[in-house]
């Protein structure tokens, strides 16, 4: 494997490059218009404009994609996350092509992408999954039985769903109908399937995640788990490793299901497999992301591991270059997702130009960026523009780290979800490790954030006034 062609752009298409570059291959960035001046193209060996702004007319286009990596006689195509990562088609097309997709094979893709495949593929692997039906519900009186039996609350989940999307709580059965049918509508808008399935209603849930790899002759490990439960409508922002509520028995546990639902549809590559653990600490099985994740750092961390190495590493056909039992977990890491978005208001996306952008650095900390000073955030794709990595020996170090890190990041002309982070940072449920997917509702609002704020300004304040009162009484000494 001689060149890679990366089909991203960001963050990303930079983090793929560095190592497609340590390991002595040569890489081709792909961009928009829009991106011209991007940090990603200019890293790249070579780069290839591909279309407009919009994605659908640049980093969508898979057939074009394709044609330029044939004319520059690419090897392999990274997608990294979102885009065409995992669509099974273009894995396919990569596949008739002679060009090596950098991800599992297209089969695989696509029986994750259901929810109700992926429930089928994985029965006969003895995988822990939430009460519900495993076929799609075409019976309305029958569905209504059926959840009687479970117990309400359930849920209405859309099989083609995925981060939420098409799913409704159902509280008792006199609104079962009404739910069904506007999950059903919700599901044909946004995925043009209608397939829904229920579930019993995990009221409190950690969002726990495992990473596994697989190579192409049958090897699969885990590099343990990813706790991802500080969320706002269903996207991440700060997740860590390890969970600080899992014990060896359960992480054991959790990692041999997630190697199993990875066996049980020939997975290769690199992998998250998603679970609910409950209050009681029951896990169950969700879904499994086909993909590189963008919190894949963290588990790199404690690892001591290069995901992206490992990836093409099976790509090229090789053995994985580890077993299971070589790996150890070393101490704690922590990411925030810094996103051009306000938290004081609503999280909207906040456009405009980086007249200050300054990372911060040091031992513990690092930063995967896709952006430079003057440089404008583009409106037509994902607001994130780094990830804040800190790592240290336990949880404590990484978050005190984590709160130096975000202090000395300096950006000004946007907003970005940096002071959020010193709000999850200094909030008292996320010190404790005592917290779900509901952290965000519970315990967050602008007013808590400015609280918080002035607090922390007051005792910075009484500190100052104390180190001056002290510098005072020792020049007294003397005297
Ligand atoms: C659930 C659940 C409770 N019970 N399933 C949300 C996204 C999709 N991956 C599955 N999700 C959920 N499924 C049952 N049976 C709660 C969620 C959920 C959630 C899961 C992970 C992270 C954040 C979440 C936020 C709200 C709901």
């Known amino acids: 494997m001689k060149k890679i062609l990366v089909a991203n752009r960001g963050e990303i298409a930079i983090r793929v490059m560095k190592t497609a570059k340590k390991m002595g291959i ?145 509280e008792n059965e006199a609104e079962f109908e009404s739910q069904m049918d506007r999950a059903i509508s919700e599901a044909i808008n946004s995925f043009g399937n209608g397939s829904v399935f229920i579930e019993k209603y995990v009221a409190s849930p950690r969002h726990i995640e495992i990473q596994v790899m697989a190579d192409s002759h049958g090897n699969v490990i885990h590099l343990f788990e990813r706790e991802c439960s500080i969320q706002r409508r269903h996207q991440k922002v700060v997740e860590e490793a390890p969970s600080s509520v899992l014990t060896p028995e359960l992480r054991q546990q959790m990692g041999d299901a997630a190697v199993r639902v990875a066996k049980a549809c020939d997975y290769v590559g690199a992998g998250t497999v998603e679970f609910l653990l409950d209050e009681h600490l029951n896990f169950y099985f969700l879904e499994m992301n086909t993909r590189l994740q963008v919190e894949h750092p963290v588990s790199e961390i404690i690892t001591n591991t290069d995901l992206v190495e490992l990836q093409i590493q099976v790509a090229r056909g090789e053995v994985l270059p580890m077993k299971q039992e070589d790996l150890k977990i070393h101490g704690h890491a922590l990411e925030l997702r810094v996103y051009a978005e306000d938290p004081l208001n609503n999280f909207l996306p906040s456009v405009g130009t980086l007249d200050t952008y300054k990372l911060p650095e040091g031992k513990g900390i690092r930063v995967d960026n896709g952006f430079e000073e003057g440089m404008e955030i583009p409106i037509y794709y994902d607001p994130m523009i780094s990830k804040l990595i800190t790592y240290g020996n336990t949880r404590d170090e990484a978050i005190s780290l984590m709160k130096t890190a975000i202090s000395n990041y300096h950006i000004e002309g946007i907003k970005t979800t940096l002071p959020f982070g010193t709000f999850v940072c200094e909030h008292e449920a996320f010190r404790s490790g005592n917290f779900d997917t509901h952290f965000v509702k519970n315990y967050y609002s602008p007013e808590q954030l400015l609280e918080q704020q002035k607090t922390e300004a007051r005792i910075a304040a009484l500190i100052a006034v104390k180190h001056y009162v002290e510098e005072q009484k020792q020049l007294k000494i003397p005297s």
Do not use: W
């Not at 195509?77 to 097309?93: C, K, M, V």
């Not at 596949?95 to 994985?122: Q, T, W, Y």
């Not at 692997?125 to 039906?133: A, C, H, K, N, R």
């Open 26 to 170: 040569k890489t081709v960035a792909i961009y928009s218009t829009i991106d011209r001046q991007s940090p990603h193209v200019k890293f790249a060996d070579e780069a290839v404009l591909i279309g407009e702004a919009p994605s659908n007319q640049s980093y969508l286009l898979g057939d074009k994609i394709i044609k330029v990596a044939k004319e520059l006689n690419v090897d392999a195509i990274h997608p990294g996350y979102g885009f065409l990562s995992e669509n099974g088609d273009f894995a396919e097309a990569c596949e008739k092509n002679d060009i090596i997709f950098i991800g599992p094979k297209s089969h695989a893709i696509r029986i994750m992408g259901s929810k109700l495949a992926a429930k089928d593929a994985v029965k006969s692997y003895d995988i822990p999954m939430v009460p519900g039906t495993d076929k799609a519900i075409t019976d309305i009186p029958e569905a209504k039985k059926i959840a009687a039996k479970i117990g309400f609350p359930i849920l209405i989940k859309a099989s083609a769903g995925g981060g939420g999307k098409g799913m409704r709580v159902v």
